[in-house]
C-alpha cells in the first residue's frame, strides 16, 4: 500500500520557520517527481515546491522563493519542506504529493499537515 504521511505542522509566528517531512512507503519513487501543495482558507490548491527524485532538480512557487527550500533523502525515502519567514499567508493545509513521470503510474497524495502562523 502506497503512503504519503506528512508531518511538522504546527502553529509559529509570523517570521520563524518549521521544517514539514513527508514520509513515502510503498513502492519506488525513483521515477516521480515529489512534491508540496497547499490549500489556504477559501483558497484552491496551489503549487508551492517540487524535487526530482532522481537527480534533484527543484523548483519553486514565486511566492515562497528564497524562503522555502524542498530536499530529499533518498536512503529514507522522505522529502522535506524547510519553511523560514513565515508569513501569515502561508496559512494553509500542505499537502505531500507524489507525480509520475512513466505515463500510465499513478500519482499520490498525503493526508494533509496544518500549518498556521500568526501575525
Known amino acids: 500500500q502506497v503512503q504519503l504521511v506528512e508531518s511538522g505542522g504546527g502553529l509559529v509566528q509570523a517570521g520563524g520557520s518549521l521544517r514539514l517531512s513527508c514520509a513515502a512507503s510503498?513502492?519506488?519513487?525513483?521515477?516521480?517527481?515529489m512534491g508540496w501543495f497547499r490549500q489556504g482558507p477559501g483558497k484552491e490548491r496551489e503549487f508551492v515546491a517540487r524535487?526530482?527524485?532522481?537527480?534533484?532538480?527543484?523548483y519553486y512557487a514565486d511566492s515562497v522563493k528564497g524562503r522555502f527550500t524542498i530536499s530529499r533523502d533518498n536512503a529514507n525515502n522522505t522529502v522535506y519542506l524547510q519553511m523560514n519567514s513565515l508569513k501569515p499567508e502561508d496559512t494553509a493545509v500542505y499537502y505531500c504529493?507524489?507525480?509520475?513521470?512513466?505515463?500510465?503510474?499513478?500519482?499520490?497524495w498525503g493526508q494533509g499537515t496544518q500549518v498556521t502562523v500568526s501575525s
Open positions: 504529493n507524489a507525480a509520475p513521470t512513466v505515463p500510465g503510474s499513478n500519482q499520490y
Open positions: 524535487i526530482w527524485w532522481s537527480g534533484g532538480r527543484t
Open positions: 510503498g513502492r519506488s519513487f525513483s521515477t516521480y517527481v
